[in-house]
């Protein structure tokens, strides 16, 4: 048993709750366990000056977190971004762009932010499998106005943490496991069973390919039942 009581194999309780805000073309709350994330989608007419005139669009996101979001208080990031902010937003832009035709999209971006009220462990795999909803949300409202194909939306993204603790493999690591985790997985995957992006790492010593293999197998067992999620809930 684990801290919190889980199985091995068992996420956190997940709840997304989509059109979460008024006034964005795409919302969703995420709740994953105790962490909490409200993902917004944001779509403008226009592109980077470095993407005009190539007929494509461009996904991006935001990610921060609020000052209590955690155990103690966090100075805000008044003066840029840190270096983790930053590497937790190109992986959600990356991820997320996984998801979209980029052509069919024309010459428009859609921001994503991911605002954390709440962490727990898991926020940035959390933060891709709202941000997928909310950008799913915004998208379909643009097909329904005629403005896009349905081809922009590729299969959905949805992402989970996977790591060892304690000589176990575990599925959906919550922060006191993260925090002790011999080896820890960011593991990101598409509605077609193909991987978008992996990162993963040994915090103490080294692991072997086999047990690379059981952790990819574990995270593509909770990813599949996040997809399922994430089909409910935009399409409500």
Not at 72 to 98: A, C, K
Not at 137 to 148: D, M, P, Q, S, Y
Not at 191 to 198: D, K, N, P, R
Request: hydrophobic fraction near 35%; proline fraction near 4%.
């Amino acid at each position: 048993m684990r801290f919190d009581g889980r199985a091995t194999d068992e996420m956190r309780p997940v709840v997304i709750t989509p059109g979460y805000l008024d006034h964005p073309e795409g919302s969703a709350l995420i709740e994953v366990g105790r962490t909490r994330i409200i993902c917004t989608a944001t779509v403008e007419e226009r592109v980077p000056l470095w993407l005009r005139d190539r007929g494509q669009g461009w996904v991006t996101a935001e990610y921060g977190m609020l000052p209590r979001a955690t155990h103690e208080r966090t100075r805000r990031e008044t003066r840029g971004p840190r270096d983790r902010t930053q590497e937790i937003r190109r992986l959600i832009g990356r991820s997320l762009r996984g998801g979209v035709d980029l052509h069919s999209l024309g010459e428009r971006t859609v921001t994503i932010d991911c605002d954390v009220i709440q962490a727990d462990g898991g926020t940035r795999t959390a933060s891709i499998t709202g941000g997928y909803v909310a950008l799913a949300i915004a998208l379909r409202k643009l097909i329904k106005g005629g403005l896009l194909a349905p081809r922009v939306l590729g299969p959905p993204v949805a992402a989970i943490s996977v790591g060892v603790v304690q000589n176990e493999l575990l599925l959906d690591l919550n922060y006191q496991e993260d925090s002790q985790a011999q080896v820890d997985f960011n593991v990101v995957m598409n509605g077609a069973q193909e991987y978008v992006e992996i990162q993963g790492t040994a915090e103490d010593g080294s692991f072997s390919r086999s047990t690379m293999e059981e952790l990819l197998k574990l995270a593509e067992e909770g990813i599949t039942d996040l997809l399922k999620l994430q089909r409910e809930a935009y399409k409500q």
